[in-house]
Nanobody
Framework: QVQLVESGGGLVQAGGSLRLSCAAS????????MAWYRQTPGEQRELVAG???????NYADSAKGRFTISRDNAKNTVYLQMNSLKPEDTAVYYC???????????????WGQGTQVTVSS
């Protein structure tokens, strides 16, 4: 089994910054893509940013130029640096990881428990 534990959420004023972290632990041989999603009440979960094991990144249009995703493969950890935050960034943020548990095994998708980010105007 694999656990993803997120941290770094909280309350911040508009224009401020937060850094989210998500550490994976458990039965891990390797981790392929990792990503951050967010969700607001009544809405579908949406992709914010993703990163491959090689470091290639992609961003939602709403995140481009303000958010930066990075990862530390040695620590099985993914980060999301969020700058110039806006009230519309308020959401629960979830990390997601595609994990290979043992050599040659299939990939399994895991989710973190979510961390609340609230941006006040």
């Amino acid at each position: 089994q694999v656990q993803l534990v997120e941290s770094g959420g909280g309350l911040v004023q508009a224009g401020g910054s937060l850094r989210l972290s998500c550490a994976a632990s458990g039965r891990i041989f390797s981790i392929n893509n990792m990503a951050w999603y967010r969700q607001t009440p009544g809405e579908q979960r949406e992709l914010v940013a993703g990163i491959t094991s090689g470091g290639s990144t992609n961003y939602a249009d709403s995140a481009k130029g303000r958010f930066t995703i990075s990862r530390d493969n040695a620590k099985n950890t993914v980060y999301l640096q969020m700058n110039s935050l806006k009230p519309e960034d308020t959401a629960v943020y979830y990390c997601q990881a595609n994990v290979v548990p043992t050599s040659g095994a299939s990939t399994f998708r895991y989710w973190g428990q979510g961390t609340q980010v609230t941006v006040s105007s």
